[in-house]
């Protein structure tokens, strides 16, 4: 009913966490497709997962190109997209299976070594959880939704606008889902774990929060 597409690039060292938290589901996805959009750090993990199908590109695609390819190659109903530097709770497969809606939203726990980044780029969205952040989500979009598929493959990835820093493309999705009167829930629960650290910047290339770390 689901498959999981984990994308990454420059996140290799980070990766096997997310593969660990899909393969530890309650419920398993129904496939899990994991991507290294050529960065190349990626090669450990196919004889370590072969439970999970790899797609190493030699080349870099793009976020864009990229997530278009990986949803050309999904068969069931739905799909999510989620970073290989975040991971999702241990039920999150099991609740996100009862979808009727043509997208599910739920919440983000905001956690990792910025994860206090998040009081400036969104003021005033997150409170203190645990000692992480909870950002409440409901019937709001973030990039690792879960949506139908077909939907998803009508529309496609393209590039909504440039921010600065990259194209908004789950926006896109998201956007043109709605205008095509697509149907919407949201679980009230923290299901994603979104890691803020210090690679985020070094790829989209913020000085003032990567001044004086390493880029090797």
């Not at 990766?15 to 398993?28: D, G, V």
């Not at 000692?131 to 949506?147: K, V």
């Not at 999705?173 to 890691?195: N, P, Q």
Request: proline residues 4%; aromatic residues 10%; contains cysteine.
């Amino acid at each position: 009913m689901i498959t999981v597409v984990i994308a990454s690039y420059r996140y290799g060292h980070l990766a096997a966490h997310c593969i660990e938290s899909l393969l530890s589901q309650t419920q398993a996805p129904s496939k899990i497709l994991f991507v290294d959009d050529g960065w190349g750090d990626c090669t450990h993990l196919p004889e370590l997962y072969p439970q999970v199908e790899f797609v190493l590109r030699p080349d870099n695609l793009g976020t864009v190109d990229n997530f278009q390819d990986m949803l050309s190659r999904v068969a069931t109903e739905y799909v999510l997209f989620i970073g290989a530097d975040n991971w999702l709770r241990s039920d999150a497969i099991e609740l996100l299976s009862h979808a009727r809606t043509d997208i599910v939203t739920y919440d983000i726990v905001v956690t990792g070594e910025l994860k206090e980044e998040i009081l400036v780029r969104v003021p005033g969205e997150t409170e203190p959880h645990q000692g992480d952040l909870y950002w409440d989500r409901q019937n709001l979009h973030h990039g690792s939704m879960l949506y139908r598929t077909a939907m998803g493959q009508k529309i496609g990835y393209q590039k909504r606008f440039e921010d600065g820093h990259h194209p908004q493309e789950d926006w896109n999705l998201w956007d043109k889902m709605l205008e095509l009167g697509a149907t919407v829930a949201s679980l009230k629960e923290g299901l994603l774990f979104y890691r803020r650290h210090r690679e985020n910047f070094l790829k989209y290339g913020d000085p003032s929060l990567t001044s004086g770390v390493s880029r090797t």
